[in-house]
T-cell receptor
Framework: DAGVIQSPRHEVTEMGQEVTLRCKPI?????LFWYRQTMMRGLELLIY????????DSGMPEDRFSAKMPNASFSTLKIQPSEPRDSAVYFC???????????FGQGTRLTVV | AQSVTQLDSQVPVFEEAPVELRCNYS??????LFWYVQYPNQGLQLLLK??????LVKGINGFEAEFNKSQTSFHLRKPSVHISDTAEYFC????????????FGAGTRLAVHP
């Protein structure tokens, strides 16, 4: 397996624009996690899914953030409208159960100017 | 509430010296504990994990950690570090049963100097 695949690796956008981050989990994994990493706040869990269903979205910072998982092999994290304070590295991770190791993607470095 | 605390934000050490990165967790139930490593501009990679059984866990790259239930700790150790061990290290924990999320510590930056 190629591991967790995220795209794009880098995204630069202007404030107010919509941004969509994509993730393909490892085949057979039924948990998917979205994390955000910043210098100030470290690694924060935004939302996670089990069998494509959102289980806990309490970490989603604002209504501007939304996440979907239309099928077992694809998830998106959308920010609309984007703001400079959304600049961070966003990681997607997947696992076969919630309490075993999570495999991380390479991350998407988002810069909002 | 469940939490994971990494006691040191930065740990400088000389090459070939031993190192210990400290991690404490807060939970009243059975836990799962992990150490991850993050190299610059990379995702997180699993070093080792404790799920149950032996409290001394060996991982990749010569690292090991000991689960200590009485002290609620899961410190990471390596007897002799290399320059290539310079990275950010994250301790993470989860609570067994049901839908529970993995909580990460703030991270410890290990800087190995020649």
């Amino acid at each position: 397996d190629a591991g967790v695949i995220q795209s794009p690796r880098h995204e630069v956008t202007e404030m107010g624009q919509e941004v969509t981050l994509r993730c393909k989990p490892i085949s057979g994994h039924d948990y998917l996690f979205w994390y955000r990493q910043t210098m100030m706040r470290g690694l924060e869990l935004l939302i996670y899914f089990n069998n494509n269903v959102p289980i806990d979205d309490s970490g989603m910072p604002e209504d501007r953030f939304s996440a979907k998982m239309p099928n077992a092999s694809f998830s998106t994290l959308k920010i609309q409208p984007s703001e400079p304070r959304d600049s961070a590295v966003y990681f997607c991770a997947s696992s076969s159960t919630v309490n075993t190791e999570a495999f991380f993607g390479q991350g998407t470095r988002l810069t909002v100017v | 509430a469940q939490s994971v605390t990494q006691l040191d934000s930065q740990v400088p050490v000389f090459e070939e010296a031993p190192v210990e990165l400290r991690c404490n967790y807060s939970s009243s139930v059975s836990v799962y504990l992990f150490w991850y490593v993050q190299y610059p501009n990379q995702g997180l990679q699993l070093l080792l994990k404790y799920l149950s059984g032996s409290t001394l866990v060996k991982g990749i790259n010569g690292f090991e950690a000991e689960f200590n239930k009485s002290q609620t700790s899961f410190h990471l150790r390596k007897p002799s570090v290399h320059i290539s061990d310079t990275a950010e290290y994250f301790c993470a924990g989860g609570v067994s049963g049901g839908y529970n999320k993995l909580i990460f510590g703030a991270g410890t930056r290990l800087a190995v100097h020649p």
